[in-house]
């Protein structure tokens, strides 16, 4: 385990099978259309997009040329874009056909909403993928990107600037031919919270 390594006890790191985000997007109503007419136009191509957590340690400084990709997907969708930080919006006011979210809103609702999720590769690339949306990451591909991929939800690794243009625009073309209904795949997991709860119960027992 990738805890071990922390000096924890193996003995006292408890797995389960799945991914955190289960947890709440297991328990989410997604009614797709009803979320669509509450946030965006239903006719509208939809892109949310966020920006790599740069000031991360493990991600510190990374800035992919991430603006001019969503500069020429706007010409295709309107970009729904999630800033982390006050000096992002300069550049994405500059984007055509973007909105700028300055409220807190509950992402997984918007990805659910939306017709492409495209950002680095963490939580909100995980919940995209685990709604059935068509997400791509382009920054990180890890355990639990892999995992996804091996259970065949919609999820992407593209580094590469040009070919994550091409996809989106591929995908743009007809979102509904590889959206997925992610239910099943889901119920395969275990859920962390039902794991979490069981086990505070047994050690309360002793």
């Known amino acids: ?9 193996p003995g006292d790191i408890i ?22 007419s509450r946030y965006l136009d239903r006719d509208e191509r939809i892109i949310v ?5 740069y000031k ?3 991600s510190l400084n990374v800035k992919p040329p991430i603006y001019k990709v969503l500069e020429k997907l706007s010409r295709y969708a309107k970009i729904i874009y999630i800033p982390r930080y006050e000096e992002e919006l300069k550049l994405a006011s500059k984007i055509p056909n973007t909105i700028i979210l300055r409220d807190v809103v509950f992402a997984p609702e918007l990805i659910a909403a939306s017709d492409i999720n495209l950002n680095s590769g963490g939580t909100m690339a ?6 059935g949306v068509p997400t791509i990451s382009y920054y ?8 996804l991929i091996k259970h065949r939800l919609p999820i992407w690794y593209i580094p590469d600037i040009d070919k994550i243009i091409r996809k989106t625009i591929k995908i743009l073309r007809d979102p509904d031919k590889y959206r997925i209904d992610s239910k099943e795949i889901l119920n395969k997991f275990d859920d962390p919270l039902e794991v979490i709860i069981d086990t505070t119960l047994d050690i309360l027992k002793q």
């Not at 997009?49 to 957590?53: A, C, L």
């Open 140 to 147: 990180f591909y890890n355990k639990i990107t892999r995992f």
């Open 126 to 131: 995980r919940e995209g993928a685990l709604l």
């Open 49 to 53: 997009f966020r920006m790599i957590e």
């Open 15 to 36: 797995r389960y099978y799945g991914i955190e985000e289960v947890a709440w997007i297991r328990r989410m109503d997604v009614d797709r259309e009803k979320i669509r």
């Open 56 to 58: 991360a340690s493990y």
């Open 1 to 9: 385990s990738d805890w071990s390594r922390f000096g924890i006890d």
